[in-house]
């Protein structure tokens, strides 16, 4: 069966660093595009970041650019989220997805549609 399972999340003060592993099985996990989501208690869910599955493209919302890095590692099935400089604001549950594709997307919106699968969320909480 299909499985993603995205840990790491904790306690953290305002500046520090989270790395979020994204463990994946199941599936070929090289021809997916793997995203990662975060929803904040009483807001909708937030696109935070997605990665081709072929040229390693990699797409961040506005509010994350330039702090978090997303990356692959495909031998491992894994995707991480580095998350460097956190703030308050990036309280949140966070959890990956994926979905098969058999291209490459160029936009953000392109690549964060459409997910086939979703992970359980690890709660990141930022003290201010």
């Known amino acids: 069966d299909v499985q993603l399972q995205a840990s790491g999340g904790g306690l953290v003060q305002t500046g520090g660093s989270l790395r979020l592993p994204c463990a994946a099985s199941?599936?070929?996990?090289?021809?997916?595009?793997i995203a990662w989501f975060r929803q904040a208690p009483g807001k909708e869910r937030e696109g935070v970041s997605c990665i081709n599955s072929s040229d390693n493209k990699t797409y961040y919302s506005d509010s994350v650019r330039g702090r978090f890095t997303i990356s692959r590692d495909n031998a491992k099935n894994t995707v991480y989220l580095q998350l460097n400089n956190l703030k308050p604001e990036d309280t949140a549950v966070y959890y990956c997805?994926?979905?098969?594709?058999?291209?490459?997307?160029?936009?953000?919106?392109?690549?964060?549609?459409?997910?086939?699968?979703w992970g359980k969320g690890t709660l990141v909480t930022v003290s201010s």
């Open positions: 997805a994926a979905k098969y594709t058999i291209v490459t997307y160029s936009t953000p919106d392109e690549c964060l549609n459409g997910m086939d699968y």
């Open positions: 199941g599936f070929t996990f090289d021809t997916y595009v």
